[in-house]
Protein backbone atom coordinates (compact mmCIF):
# COMPACT_ATOMS: atom_id res chain seq x y z
CA UNK A 1 0.00 0.00 0.00
CA UNK A 2 1.33 3.13 -0.72
CA UNK A 3 2.24 5.88 1.77
CA UNK A 4 2.86 9.22 1.43
CA UNK A 5 5.27 10.48 4.58
CA UNK A 6 5.02 13.95 4.99
CA UNK A 7 7.48 16.34 7.34
CA UNK A 8 8.92 19.72 7.82
CA UNK A 9 5.70 21.78 9.18
CA UNK A 10 5.41 23.92 12.63
CA UNK A 11 4.69 26.92 14.02
CA UNK A 12 6.57 29.49 12.89
CA UNK A 13 5.99 33.75 12.44
CA UNK A 14 5.00 35.63 9.60
CA UNK A 15 7.68 36.19 7.10
CA UNK A 16 9.70 32.76 8.10
CA UNK A 17 10.23 30.20 5.90
CA UNK A 18 9.46 26.29 5.99
CA UNK A 19 10.75 23.49 4.08
CA UNK A 20 8.22 20.32 4.13
CA UNK A 21 9.31 16.91 2.61
CA UNK A 22 7.29 14.24 1.34
CA UNK A 23 8.93 10.62 0.91
CA UNK A 24 6.45 8.19 -0.51
CA UNK A 25 6.52 4.48 0.19
CA UNK A 26 6.16 2.54 -2.73
CA UNK A 27 6.51 4.73 -5.91
CA UNK A 28 9.62 6.02 -7.30
CA UNK A 29 8.60 9.96 -7.48
CA UNK A 30 10.35 10.02 -11.15
CA UNK A 31 7.45 7.49 -12.78
CA UNK A 32 5.21 9.95 -11.19
CA UNK A 33 3.52 13.41 -10.66
CA UNK A 34 3.91 14.76 -7.40
CA UNK A 35 2.07 17.25 -5.43
CA UNK A 36 1.32 19.63 -2.51
CA UNK A 37 -2.24 20.05 -1.66
CA UNK A 38 -3.04 22.11 1.59
CA UNK A 39 -6.87 22.35 3.56
CA UNK A 40 -7.05 25.26 6.36
CA UNK A 41 -10.16 25.16 8.20
CA UNK A 42 -13.56 25.06 7.21
CA UNK A 43 -12.35 25.62 3.35
CA UNK A 44 -12.02 22.86 0.88
CA UNK A 45 -8.23 21.82 -0.21
CA UNK A 46 -6.38 22.99 -2.75
CA UNK A 47 -3.79 22.75 -4.73
CA UNK A 48 -0.57 24.48 -3.91
CA UNK A 49 2.07 23.01 -6.20
CA UNK A 50 2.67 19.88 -8.90
CA UNK A 51 5.71 18.44 -10.37
CA UNK A 52 5.81 16.18 -13.17
CA UNK A 53 7.64 12.49 -13.32
CA UNK A 54 11.02 12.92 -14.08
CA UNK A 55 11.27 16.91 -12.85
CA UNK A 56 11.26 19.97 -15.34
CA UNK A 57 7.58 21.38 -15.24
CA UNK A 58 5.95 22.78 -12.44
CA UNK A 59 2.72 24.12 -11.68
CA UNK A 60 2.22 26.65 -9.20
CA UNK A 61 -0.69 28.37 -7.56
CA UNK A 62 -0.77 31.71 -8.47
CA UNK A 63 -1.46 33.46 -5.50
CA UNK A 64 2.06 31.93 -4.14
CA UNK A 65 3.79 32.73 -7.35
CA UNK A 66 7.36 34.02 -5.72
CA UNK A 67 6.88 32.70 -2.51
CA UNK A 68 6.15 28.83 -2.69
CA UNK A 69 9.12 26.52 -4.67
CA UNK A 70 8.29 22.71 -5.44
CA UNK A 71 11.18 20.57 -6.06
CA UNK A 72 11.97 16.75 -5.74
CA UNK A 73 15.60 14.59 -5.08
CA UNK A 74 15.06 11.64 -7.24
CA UNK A 75 18.31 10.21 -4.81
CA UNK A 76 16.67 10.86 -1.99
CA UNK A 77 13.16 9.60 -3.55
CA UNK A 78 11.84 12.87 -1.70
CA UNK A 79 9.54 16.10 -2.74
CA UNK A 80 10.32 19.19 -1.23
CA UNK A 81 7.89 22.57 -1.07
CA UNK A 82 9.53 24.99 -0.38
CA UNK A 83 7.55 28.31 1.07
CA UNK A 84 9.35 31.80 1.85
CA UNK A 85 8.21 34.71 3.30
CA UNK A 86 4.76 33.26 5.11
CA UNK A 87 1.56 33.99 6.09
CA UNK A 88 -1.27 33.83 8.68
CA UNK A 89 -3.22 33.07 5.81
CA UNK A 90 -0.43 30.01 4.73
CA UNK A 91 -1.73 28.37 8.00
CA UNK A 92 -3.32 25.03 6.84
CA UNK A 93 -2.46 21.18 6.96
CA UNK A 94 -0.28 20.15 3.93
CA UNK A 95 -0.59 17.19 2.24
CA UNK A 96 1.79 15.21 -0.62
CA UNK A 97 0.23 13.43 -3.04
CA UNK A 98 0.68 11.09 -6.29
CA UNK A 99 -1.44 13.29 -8.98
CA UNK A 100 -2.98 13.10 -12.19
CA UNK A 101 -1.24 15.45 -14.37
CA UNK A 102 -3.62 16.09 -17.76
CA UNK A 103 -4.58 19.00 -19.70
CA UNK A 104 -2.45 21.07 -17.86
CA UNK A 105 -4.84 20.30 -14.91
CA UNK A 106 -3.29 19.07 -11.74
CA UNK A 107 -5.54 16.69 -9.38
CA UNK A 108 -5.07 14.17 -6.75
CA UNK A 109 -5.61 10.84 -6.68
CA UNK A 110 -6.67 8.46 -3.29
CA UNK A 111 -2.55 8.57 -2.13
CA UNK A 112 -3.03 10.87 0.62
CA UNK A 113 -0.77 10.80 3.82
CA UNK A 114 -1.60 12.04 7.38
CA UNK A 115 -0.19 15.68 6.37
CA UNK A 116 1.76 18.08 7.95
CA UNK A 117 0.10 21.44 10.10
CA UNK A 118 1.77 24.67 9.32
CA UNK A 119 1.12 27.22 11.14
CA UNK A 120 2.07 30.81 10.75
CA UNK A 121 1.38 33.85 13.52
CA UNK A 122 1.36 37.39 12.96
Known amino acids: QVQMIESGGGLVQAGDSLRLSCTPSGPTISNFHMAWFRQAPGTARELVAA????????KLAASLKGRFTISEDNAKNTVFLQMNSLKPEDTAVYYC???????????????WGQGTQVTVSS
Open 97 to 111: NVARWLLGKVSPTDY
Open 51 to 58: IRGGGGDT
